[in-house]
């Protein structure tokens, strides 16, 4: 679960299922480094299982999110999705959330609870009529790679929420890398870790090698 850490940070490699906040994936680090605090400075659906690094001290955690706001820390996702979008593209939607319901909706006008969301992407491989992306945010709305790409006819294999044919399979959404500086140190560091070895994953072996390491 934890892939790197020192005084400051941990970064770790969250399982789906597992929250990302409290009373999730802090408390299990918590357990496992010792660490009496522990402060998320950013965010995972339960579904999306990945790496997340999280603060040790109230330094790290206003050094990350400082890093975040300055848009210094970049966050890389794999994503398998149902048809065949065009090869690369950048997108860009205003969405709305509706907290009740759990979802958010691609809405034409800007309006209260409206943000915008823009993201990048390039397809990796195709199989099956499924296709492999990475995808890198330029935004963090919530379930935001979920929804834009449905919203275009690509939904996510196991994204039941948005549409998918493959209710039964896991959500295939994965982040699959972080850079940023370290909120001490300022030493430029990355992270990456490989895809899980089940389906529709494996459909894509030769874009799964992926190390875990800075």
């Known amino acids: ?117 823009r993201l990048r992407y390039e397809t990796l491989d195709r199989s099956d009529g499924l296709s492999l992306l990475r995808v890198e945010l330029e935004t963090g709305r919530s379930h935001q790679i979920r929804v834009q790409f449905a919203s275009r006819g690509f939904p996510l294999v196991g994204d039941g929420k948005y549409g998918s044919a493959y209710r039964d399979a896991p959500l295939a959404l994965f982040a699959s890398a972080l850079a940023f500086p370290h909120p001490v140190t300022g030493e430029a560091l990355r992270f990456e870790a490989a895809t899980p070895e089940v389906w529709p994953w494996t459909l894509f072996p030769g874009n799964t090698d992926q190390k875990t390491e800075p």
């Open 1 to 117: 679960m934890i892939v790197y850490q020192d005084a400051y940070i941990v970064v770790c490699r969250k399982p789906a299922g597992v929250l990302s906040e409290e009373g999730g994936m802090p408390e299990l680090l918590k357990a496992s480094t010792g660490a009496e605090e522990i402060f998320c400075v950013h965010r995972l659906d339960r579904e999306t299982a990945g790496l997340m690094v999280y603060a040790r001290t109230k330094q790290a955690a206003a050094g990350l999110s400082a890093a975040i706001a300055a848009r210094s820390f970049r966050k890389e996702y794999r994503a398998v999705v149902q048809g065949e979008p065009p090869e690369s593209g950048e997108l860009e939607d205003l969405l709305y959330r509706d907290m009740q319901k759990n979802k958010s909706y691609v809405v034409r006008r800007m309006r209260r609870g409206v943000r915008e969301a």
